[in-house]
């Protein structure tokens, strides 16, 4: 009887799943091709898989994976979303990336936030490849209302299309809470408009910092070691990154250029805080 069923069993292995025998015992014997067909027919059911795949261009390993955070009753949104994207000149490379990135897109208030964002990124000079350099970067952008953080900086005479490319995330920051304030902040050091334009442009991640608990202590720190207000607004112009350090950080450093001779009143103070700044980033880069 055994015999038999070996027999048997050897003439429909390729029939059914492969069984081979193993220290006396049947062991089922997979091949690559069965495995991949068994994954291909695994979510035939889903329509947000075959969405994700068909319209979006996910791999299937992708479009399972967006799958979890993300399940679509109707078309009609996801639909009007990559049409708009394509029609702002989005690859399907670039739109596949972003629905991985960011799938809940697909389900955006076309109306109030994704329109109008779009557009006003047009009006900037943003579309095709560099749009979708800024969106990875942050696809939240389009969730948001950009057109409020977008006239404060043309009011204040910023380039907003530089300061978007580098620093998308600013469209995130509370204007009343955030942006505002550290601005006023630099004002108060510099004391001139055009100033504070060319410390954003040096360093537009200057705007997405708490002023209160990093500027203004680091500036304190500054006066406290004898460094005169025009060498502060120096420091600001020269290597504002200077002023980003933790506080701490940025007293070890100080220490260590004055203990090389650098006097807090001269200029040089600024390009030896810079120089070593930017030496110790180096070599903890290469540690």
Same mark, same amino acid.
């Given at each position: ?44 059911? =889903?329509?947000?898989?075959?969405? $994700?795949?068909? !319209? ?7 479009? #399972?994976? %967006?799958? &979890? ?95 978007? =490319?580098?620093?998308?995330?600013? $469209?995130?920051? !509370? ?7 550290? #601005?006023? %902040?630099? &004002? ?100």
């Amino acid at each position: 009887m055994i015999r038999l069923f070996c027999v048997r069993l050897s003439q429909t292995r390729h029939r059914a799943s492969p069984l081979t025998f193993s220290n006396g015992f049947l062991i089922p014997t997979f091949s690559h091709k069965l495995i991949t067909d068994l994954s291909n027919s695994a979510f035939p059911q =889903s329509p947000t898989i075959s969405y $994700l795949q068909n !319209s979006c261009g996910l791999s299937l390993q992708a479009a #399972i994976s %967006v799958s &979890r955070k993300l399940q679509l009753e109707s078309t009609e949104n996801p639909d009007l979303v990559l049409n708009l994207l394509r029609a702002h000149g989005l690859t399907q490379i670039h739109i596949k990336n972003l629905i991985i990135k960011r799938p809940i897109l697909l389900l955006a208030d076309l109306d109030n936030n994704l329109k109008p964002n779009l557009d006003l990124f047009k009006s900037l000079g943003f579309s095709g490849t560099n749009l979708a350099e800024m969106l990875i970067k942050d696809p939240r952008v389009l969730e948001v209302d950009a057109e409020t953080v977008v006239e404060f900086f043309r009011e204040n005479e910023l380039d907003v299309a530089t300061i978007l =490319s580098a620093e998308p995330y600013i $469209l995130e920051r !509370s204007l009343e809470n955030q942006i505002i304030p550290c #601005i006023n %902040v630099l &004002r108060r050091v510099v004391g001139n408009d055009m100033i504070v334009q060319k410390v954003i442009r040096g360093c537009h991640r200057i705007l997405e910092f708490n002023a209160e608990k990093m500027l203004e202590p680091n500036m304190s720190l500054l006066v406290n070691h004898g460094v005169p207000e025009f060498i502060i607004s120096k420091m600001f112009l020269f290597h504002p990154r200077s002023l980003l350090l933790k506080t701490d950080r940025l007293s070890e450093i100080i220490n260590e250029v004055k203990k090389l001779g650098f006097s807090p009143t001269n200029v040089l103070f600024v390009l030896a805080v810079r120089t070593m700044v930017t030496t110790k980033k180096d070599s903890g880069r290469k540690s």
